[in-house]
C-alpha cells in the first residue's frame, strides 16, 4: 500500500507520483544535470552554461511539443526536418530577395509548415500509408522542393536576410548577449500544449487516439480531423523554429534541419511519451527536452570526448524506453489493485 500524505481519498499519495511517466524523465535529468554540473563547473552552473542548454532545448523543444502529441496519437512526423529549412528559406527569399515586410516572410514560413502538415495528414487518413513512410516522403520531396527553388529563384542554397529591429527583437534577439528569445516562445507553447492535452475536452481525444483508433472512432471522435489537425501543427511548429533561425542567423540554409527529425523523438522518448501511443504528458516532453539539451551542452562545458555525447544520449534513450515501459506496467498495476 502507498502510504498518503494526506488524509482521505482525494489525498496526495506518494505512491501516485512515483508511478507517474513523468517521474523517470525527472529522474534522469538530475542524475545528468548533477554529473555534468560536477564536471562542467561555476561555469556551468552559472549563466552561460543555462544560456546555452536552454537555449537549445528552446528550438528543439517548440518542434518536440507537437510531434509529442502526434506520438501520443500513434503517428510519428520526419517530415519535420525537411520543414526548418523550407520554412527558413521561404522567408528569407520572400523578405531579402525580393524585398518584402518581414510579416510577409513570416507567415510564407509559417504557411509551408502548416501545408506541409496538412498533406501529412491527408496522406495519413485517406491511404493506408504508414505515417512513418509517409512523412519521409513529404521529407524528401519537400528537401528537393526547397533546393530548387533556391537555385532557381537566387541561384545559391544560401540566401540572407537583415530584418527590422523589431521582428529581430521579437524572434531573433540575444537577452543580455546569451539567452535567446526563442525561450520565451518556447514556454508560451508549453503553456498551450499543457492546457490542450491535459485540460481541454480535445486532449484525451488525443490519448483515446493513441490507444486504439478504431474505437475512438466509434466513439464519435473525429479521428481523421484530429489526426490532419495534429500534423499541421508539427508543421508549424517546425516553420515557427525556421522562421525564427532566420531572423537570428540572418540567412537560410538548404541543408539545415535534419538534426530535428532524431532529435525531437529523442526528446519526447526520454520524456515517458510510449513509442506504440497511447500514453505521455506535456511535462514528461518538457524535462526529456531539457534533459537532451544539457547533456548536447553540456559535454562542452565538461571538456569530454563529444562522442561521449553521443553515448549518453544513446544510453538515455535506450534507458527510457525500458523505463517507460516498467512505469507503464507500475501505474496500471497500481491502479489496478486500487480498484
Not at 511548429?237 to 537570428?248: I, L, N, P, R, S
Amino acid at each position: 500500500m502507498a502510504t498518503q500524505t494526506s488524509s482521505g481519498s482525494g489525498g496526495f499519495s506518494i505512491g501516485d507520483l512515483i508511478r507517474r511517466p513523468e517521474t523517470g524523465s525527472l529522474i534522469g535529468f538530475i542524475v545528468v544535470y548533477v554529473f555534468f554540473a560536477s564536471l562542467g563547473g561555476a561555469v556551468f552552473l552559472g549563466a552561460p552554461g543555462w544560456s546555452s542548454w536552454l537555449n537549445i532545448a528552446a528550438e528543439v523543444g517548440i518542434i518536440a511539443l507537437p510531434v509529442g502529441l502526434l506520438m501520443i496519437s500513434g503517428e510519428f512526423d520526419l517530415s519535420v526536418g525537411s520543414v526548418v529549412p523550407a520554412s527558413s528559406m521561404t522567408a528569407a527569399l520572400l523578405c531579402g530577395h525580393y524585398g518584402l515586410p518581414s510579416i510577409f516572410g513570416i507567415a510564407g514560413g509559417l504557411t509551408v509548415g502548416l501545408a506541409v502538415g496538412f498533406v501529412n495528414g491527408l496522406i495519413v487518413t485517406r491511404t493506408t500509408i504508414p505515417s512513418l513512410i509517409a512523412t519521409i516522403g513529404t521529407m524528401f520531396a519537400v528537401m528537393g522542393l526547397t533546393l530548387g527553388m533556391a537555385v532557381l529563384i537566387k541561384g545559391s542554397t544560401s540566401v540572407s536576410y537583415v530584418p527590422d529591429a523589431t521582428t529581430k527583437a521579437l524572434l531573433g534577439t540575444f537577452i543580455n548577449g546569451m539567452f535567446n528569445v526563442s525561450i520565451f516562445w518556447w514556454i508560451g507553447f508549453v503553456a498551450v500544449y499543457f492546457f490542450f492535452l491535459h485540460f481541454s475536452p480535445l486532449g484525451s481525444w488525443v490519448f483515446a487516439l493513441g490507444g486504439d483508433k478504431e474505437s475512438a472512432r466509434n466513439a464519435g471522435i473525429p479521428t481523421n480531423k484530429l489526426t490532419i489537425s495534429l500534423f499541421m501543427a508539427s508543421g508549424f511548429g517546425a516553420a515557427f523554429v525556421g522562421v525564427a533561425q532566420v531572423m537570428t542567423y540572418q540567412s537560410a540554409q538548404v541543408a539545415g534541419g535534419q538534426s530535428f527529425i532524431f532529435n525531437s523523438i529523442m526528446c519526447v522518448v526520454i520524456g515517458g511519451v510510449l513509442l506504440t501511443g497511447g500514453a505521455g504528458s506535456v511535462i514528461g516532453i518538457v524535462l526529456g527536452t531539457m534533459t537532451f539539451a544539457v547533456v548536447n551542452q553540456g559535454i562542452f562545458f565538461a571538456a569530454l570526448d563529444p562522442n561521449i555525447g553521443s553515448i549518453i544520449i544513446g544510453a538515455l534513450l535506450l534507458a527510457a524506453v525500458l523505463s517507460n515501459d516498467s512505469f507503464r506496467a507500475l501505474a496500471m498495476n497500481y491502479a489496478s489493485k486500487k480498484k
